[in-house]
């Protein structure tokens, strides 16, 4: 049993790999729209060496990163971010225990 947990481990991305997934998710929509670093710089409103670092690095801050969603008009997917549970019957609505609103004390 701790091996298949190990395993399934192993297989999630680290948080420097989903943030430099992000950041090239940036940079090829840029190059789709055919817009240089500076260009989309200023239309975000985020400083270049922020953003060129973003590039390079994946770090920015979550504020910047949304200027840069508002400057690619693609802001409703940062709602999909942290979305509640969607349920597909109202047995599973029920069988959940929703008297407790806080995370549990370690």
Known sequence: MLLISKMIQLNKPTVAEICNAIAQKVKHRRLELN?????LAQRSG??????RKFER????????????GFAFDMTTDFNLLFSQRQYERLDDVLAENTTRKRGKKQ
């Not at 817009?35 to 260009?39: G, I, K």
């Not at 985020?46 to 953003?51: D, L, Q």
């Not at 801050?61 to 949304?66: D, E, I, R, W």
């Open 46 to 51: 985020v400083n270049i060496e922020t953003y």
């Open 35 to 39: 817009l240089t670093q500076v260009a």
């Open 57 to 68: 690095t994946g770090q920015i801050s979550f504020q910047n990163l949304v200027k840069i």
